[in-house]
């Protein structure tokens, strides 16, 4: 199983980034999928999950500025994000239930 997350870098506060996580050896479309980042210094948390179904969840720090997606023909799930705020940076890892991806830096400069 693989989870190939890209997207990550450099912004600055306000600004946006687009999070792909590519999924390969599971059967995408009966996973619930989702996102999670980790601060330095900090416990990994929730940001953003989507159901087998479409049906999405989000941590009340990102409600109204990420949105999570899925492409089930591409084995894909996404994370839009806008409005950036330093506080958003970190490390951030796809989630496929019970599997999870390398991780991709997301720095938001003040």
């Known amino acids: 199983v693989q989870l190939q997350a890209s997207g990550g870098g450099l912004v600055q506060a306000g600004g946006s980034l687009r999070l792909s996580c590519a999924a390969s050896?599971?059967?995408?479309?009966?996973?619930?999928m989702g996102w999670f980042r980790q601060a330095p210094g900090k416990q990994r948390e929730l940001v953003a999950l989507?159901?087998?179904?479409?049906?999405?969840n989000y941590t009340d720090s990102v409600k109204g500025r990420f949105t999570i997606s899925r492409d089930n023909a591409k084995s894909t799930v996404y994370l839009q994000m806008n409005s950036l705020k330093p506080e958003d940076t970190g490390v951030y890892y796809c989630?496929?239930?019970?599997?999870w991806g390398q991780g991709t830096l997301v720095t938001v400069s003040s």
């Open positions: 989630w496929a239930q019970v599997f």
């Open positions: 050896g599971i059967v995408f479309e009966a996973y619930r």
């Open positions: 989507i159901g087998k179904g479409g049906l999405t």
